[in-house]
């Protein structure tokens, strides 16, 4: 079924609205009216495409952690060493709208933090699903990810290269004998 190319350019519309408002304001400042006003549509029109401004924000965190999670191919996924260099890559070209979308301090840090964890956990299970109910991998993955995402931040004032590749060393340590056995998966 093809998507009537009003609908596309509606939804394109509240969504660079969200992001223009949300460059100036938290989330939990941005009305309906106020983003109608800026969009050029009336609050029913919104209400049709979204529940919500918190549906309408979620949505766009999702999108943009899967289109960076979508550059890393099932190839690339067997080496964790190319996972890191493939999402900081992504994220790295996003990373104005990573700003834009995750600008409430800590909060939003660690917001972002479980969100990508999540995606990449989901990722893994994908071809490791024997690993979903592994408590122990689980909780390497959990530190590898957080303290590899919290360290990208803490030190992206030096060179990209050279610290991407001091995270992805710590993700395969954190993960040891965990990142083979997922290679091997494959």
């Keep these: 079924m093809a998507t009537d190319l ?3 350019k509606t939804e394109r519309s509240i969504q660079d609205a969200f ?4 460059a100036q304001k938290p989330t939990s400042r941005i009305t309906v009216k ?7 549509i009336n609050k029913a029109t919104f209400y049709l495409h979204y529940k919500d401004i918190y549906e309408l924000s979620d949505m766009l965190e999702n999108k943009l952690i899967t289109d960076c999670l979508a ?3 099932d190839e690339d996924a067997a080496s964790l060493e190319k996972v890191v260099f493939d999402f900081a ?6 990373s104005k709208l990573f700003h834009i979308l995750f600008s409430d301090g ?3 840090a660690d917001k972002l933090a479980g969100k990508v964890t999540e995606f990449v956990r989901e990722r893994v299970f994908a071809f490791a699903p024997h690993r979903r109910d592994d ?3 689980n909780i390497r993955l959990t530190a590898a990810v957080y303290g590899g995402f919290h360290a990208f931040f803490a030190y992206k004032h030096i060179e990209r290269p050279v610290e991407i590749a001091h995270i992805a060393d710590f993700v395969q340590r954190t993960l040891g004998s965990d990142a083979q056995s997922l290679r091997s998966q494959q």
């Design 6 to 8: 009003r609908v596309i």
């Design 19 to 22: 992001i223009k408002l949300r």
């Design 34 to 40: 106020e983003l109608c006003e800026t969009a050029l």
């Design 71 to 73: 550059t890393i191919s």
């Design 89 to 94: 890559k992504a994220f790295s070209s996003q």
């Design 106 to 108: 800590d909060r939003d």
């Design 135 to 137: 408590l122990g991998f």
